[in-house]
């Protein structure tokens, strides 16, 4: 008789349950749950619980969603205060107290002029809604229907949004160079790329036989975040701002990501001192529960009641952890406190870099941070830039998991380690983020053979 018989099997764990049903039931489409197998049942700030017991640190934040981490008393105050107060939860796009006090806070973020003679469309819950809502209302003003984006962006998954991403297949949108000093695509880097890459915008915009119509707006992304955390620089985006509005073409800030004080700044665009036609705004402003909106300047106000409807466009309970979110953030200066910490942890990056031949970028604007990593073994380009190594980056995020790390990873070639933390985290955490990840990549460096499958990557100066 085989053991097996005599001895009853000890049950399988509960999460490790969870998790069978999830792939056996779930789509293939499914995204994290593929590279975090982990089953969150409990969290506070910067810390996950799994039904396995493990606690890790979470630098995902929900897709950069969490500004102020996991369960922030306050949020989950305004959350209950709503509960409590008898409020419906449903209202479709009705007036209430509560969507009235999230609306003149959010005012209270904008630059003085957008805050002047804004208007603001509540959309449907994701952050692509709110795309699409803003390519609608500049088509509708501008009555032109092209669109410029810019390669490596991301802008959502329904279909204008994804037509506007660098990932696209199929679009009549007309793509633009981004200024990506590591890789760039003039291979001259810097300001100097930028300025070409301004330059080349400029001249499609103004060459009557480049073929390619005036836009009905341009939209980018001050950051890009899933692009690989490439930030632009403030001389290419007020050049962006002036071609723009010189030309009659509205200007589509998307700062779904980079918002509420993710990258040292309130919006990301105070930096270079921008002020957008429209600025698309999602994922922090809800406080972690789902809301989107357009702000946008009220000349562009022409569409047709109903030209954007969606029946979840008065989440309430989003509305009240936003308002709590956005006024938290503000009286506690925490947008100052991303950029000060932020430059302290890429400093400590750029330390890690100098003794990793196999990261060859470091990169990021306040708590919006990178790594890319590459394959040293391999011909490096013009500029000095070596092939991606999405491998390598796949084992560093399991090696970071393994340590009680969650990071996510971007870039092009998904070979971007990415750190979106809450901007609530102590000056430890951060330090306890950056051992746990270098720890990390030095046990993928070893274990992970560089992708020729020929030479394991190397440990710069530590190995010959
Ligand atoms: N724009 C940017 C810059 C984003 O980062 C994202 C999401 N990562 C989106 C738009 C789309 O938001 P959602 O996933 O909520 O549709």
Redesign the pocket.
């Known amino acids: 008789m085989a053991l097996t018989d005599t001895v009853p099997a000890a049950a399988p764990p509960a999460h490790e349950g969870i998790l069978r049903r999830q792939s056996l039931r779930e789509s293939a489409a499914r995204t994290y749950a593929r590279s975090l197998p982990i089953v969150p049942v409990r969290a506070r700030g910067l810390t996950i619980e799994g039904a396995d017991g493990r606690r890790y640190l979470d630098c995902l934040s929900g ?2 969603t969490l500004a102020l981490g996991h369960n922030h008393p306050v949020v989950l105050e305004a959350i209950r205060a709503v509960l409590d107060s008898g409020a419906p939860l449903h209202v479709l796009d009705l007036a209430t107290p509560v969507k009235d006090a999230f609306t003149t806070e959010l005012f209270a973020t904008l630059p003085a002029e957008l805050a002047e003679s804004a208007r603001v469309q509540f959309c449907g819950p ?3 809604d709110a ?1 699409e809502a803003a390519f609608k209302l500049v088509r509708t003003a501008t009555g032109r229907d092209g669109l410029m984006a810019f390669s490596g962006a ?4 329904t279909a204008d ?1 994804l037509a506007a991403s660098g990932g696209a297949q199929r679009t009549g949108v007309v793509r633009l160079p981004y200024p990506y000093d590591y890789r760039c695509p003039f291979g001259v880097g810097g300001e100097r790329g930028a300025e070409l890459a301004a330059r080349w915008t400029r001249s499609l915009l103004d060459d009557h036989k480049s073929g390619v119509p005036r836009p009905a707006g341009m939209i980018l ?1 001050p950051v890009q ?2 692009g690989g955390v490439i930030p632009a620089p403030d001389s290419w985006l007020r050049q962006m701002r002036e071609l723009t509005a010189s030309r009659q073409i509205p200007l589509i800030v ?1 700062e ?2 980079t918002g509420v004080g993710r990258t040292g700044t309130f919006w990301a665009i105070e930096r270079s001192g921008i002020v957008p036609d429209v600025l698309v705004l ?2 922090a402003i809800g406080g972690s529960l789902p809301l ?1 909106v357009i702000v946008y300047r009220e000349e562009l106000d022409a569409w047709q009641p109903g030209a954007h409807a969606g029946t979840f466009r008065g989440n309430q309970l989003a509305m009240a952890a936003g308002a709590a979110t956005l006024a938290y953030v503000r009286a506690n200066g925490l947008a100052e406190r991303a950029g000060e910490l932020g430059g302290r942890m890429l400093a400590r990056l750029e330390a890690l870099a100098a003794s990793h031949d196999c990261i060859g970028d470091v990169r990021g604007r306040g708590l919006m941070l990178g790594i890319e990593l590459v394959d040293r073994d391999a011909d490096a380009d013009a500029t000095g830039a070596h092939p991606a190594d999405p491998r390598l980056a796949a084992a560093v995020q399991q090696a970071c998991l393994d340590r009680g790390l969650i990071v996510e990873l971007g870039g092009r070639h998904s070979a971007v380690v990415r750190l979106l933390p809450p901007l609530t985290i102590t000056d430890e955490q951060a330090d306890a983020i950056l051992d746990r990840l270098a720890d990390a990549v030095t046990a993928a460096v070893r274990t992970t053979p560089g992708p020729t499958g020929s030479s394991p990557t190397t440990l710069r100066g530590t190995t010959p």
Not at 154 to 157: A, E, I, R, S, V
Request: glycine fraction near 20%; charged fraction near 20%.
């Open positions: 897709a950069g994701a952050g692509t795309v991301y802008h959502g998954m949004a992304e975040g899933e998307d779904v990501q999602s994922k989107a």
